[in-house]
């Protein structure tokens, strides 16, 4: 079975500071990995994804994800907050076969000026 | 390429009531899906379909029913709606996955349909 969990539901950083959102996730298969954004009602875009090439994923908008298969984990990352990076951001696992996407909580990032 | 579309944008609809929500895809994609989004709950899986005639049910299908008679469209339909199916609706279609791991089936989602039912 598959599941994925994302730590914290609200984040806060200042602009200019380090954005670090965590996704754990369980799978009983080597799992394709993604990282999804929402802006205010808007459907989710693509920020980035996992499919076992390198373990460092980079993505749009200067995002980047490291899988790492002992922690389960695929946090994501921007060294940088810019203001329009507030959106809410899902973590999600596929085994790649069924098709069955599995989508996190979410968690909503807040850039202060 | 429109992408992933979806009607209506927005529907209230009483309770006992039936409708219909709409999906297209122009990117000729197998695999085409229904998530329902809810505070605090993320994205739950309704209902999806591999291909034409093909459909399965996800984690929340429970007064839903889909059909995927063409490769294009994937309607969603509420036979009678309950105030516990207020929710915001999207429908997502990716390219099926292959055998080799260098593939990836990233979805692309519609704008998404908010509902509302008294």
């Known amino acids: 079975a598959q599941s994925v969990t994302q730590l914290g539901s609200h984040v806060s950083v200042s602009e200019g500071a380090l954005v670090l959102l965590r996704c754990n996730y369980s799978s009983s298969v080597p799992p394709y990995l993604f990282w999804y954004v929402q802006y205010p009602n808007q459907g989710l875009q693509l920020l980035l994804k996992?499919?076992?090439?390198?373990?460092l994923v980079k993505g749009i908008n200067g995002f980047e994800a490291e899988f790492k298969k002992s922690e389960t984990s695929f946090h994501l990352t921007k060294p940088s907050a810019h203001m329009s990076d507030a959106a809410e951001y899902f973590c999600?696992?596929?085994?790649?076969?069924?098709?069955?996407?599995?989508f996190g909580t979410g968690t909503s990032l807040t850039v202060i000026p | 390429n429109a992408g992933v579309t979806q009607t209506p944008k927005f529907q209230v609809l009483k309770t006992g009531q039936s409708m219909t929500l709409q999906c297209a895809q122009d990117m000729n994609h197998e695999y085409m899906s229904w998530y329902r989004q809810d505070p605090g709950m993320g994205l739950r899986l309704i209902h999806y379909?591999?291909?034409?005639?093909?459909?399965d049910q996800g984690e929340v299908p429970n007064g839903y029913n889909v059909s995927r008679s063409t490769t294009e469209d994937f309607p969603l339909r509420l036979l009678s709606a309950a105030p516990s199916q207020t929710s915001v609706y999207f429908c997502?279609?990716?390219?099926?996955?292959?055998?080799?791991?260098?593939?990836?089936?990233?979805?692309?989602f519609g704008p998404g349909t908010r509902l509302t039912v008294l």
């Open positions: 999600a696992v596929s085994e790649g076969t069924g098709n069955q996407f599995y």
């Open positions: 379909s591999v291909g034409a005639g093909i459909t």
């Open positions: 997502a279609s990716s390219s099926l996955s292959r055998v080799s791991r260098s593939s990836y089936n990233e979805q692309f």
């Open positions: 996992y499919t076992s090439a390198a373990t």
